[in-house]
């Protein structure tokens, strides 16, 4: 993108950027699971932001598009995994699937958030070993608004609060066939109350 420029505001001018900002309080923190951390030089800030895809062109919003990584779905919403590899027990998408953002998104589509939020978590948690259903919202990658549910392994202190994305990353890949059978269950747990596991099949 052209003609973008530093971001400013009084908190923006508070900041050093260009520096290497001391990353003690990822290391000591009660969560944290690092031993080192060296941060990049805080880089400038620029603005406009790149457009998030499905900004400009709605064809191009991969949330609104049929998949073969849906597991589940109901005339609401879309739950996606599969699409690589996974550390953890469990990664998933969870969107809408009208193209909407949080914040014009239907009041009546929000109310059914909650319900489903629980019904995930209580899927996930069905995977032989798992102990917690993670929720975490970044939406930088796309416009169309999306959540993700992560799967704790029983007994994972480590994996405590924001690590678990972290872990996710750096952990060995799981082998295909168990990939498959956590989606099995979580897929078919979410219909036992509605909806259809793997639509796309």
Known sequence: MTDQHPADSPYHRSLPIGQRVDA??????????????????????LVPEEPRVGTLDRAACPHCRPSQHTIWQDQQWQVRSGWDRMGIPFVGGIAPREHVLLEDAPVDLLATLGP?????????KEIPGV?????????????????????????MMQGRGAMLAFWDDVLPPMPEDLVREHLRIVAESLADAGGTAFPEA
Request: with cysteine.
């Open 24 to 45: 003690t309080p990822l290391i000591e923190g009660e969560l944290s699971s690092f031993e080192a951390v060296t941060l990049r030089p805080l880089a400038e800030m």
């Open 131 to 155: 102990a917690r259903c993670h929720f975490s919202r970044w939406g930088d990658g796309s416009e169309h608004f999306h959540l993700w549910a992560l799967a704790r392994p029983a007994g």
């Open 116 to 124: 489903l939020l629980q019904r995930v978590s209580t899927a996930v």
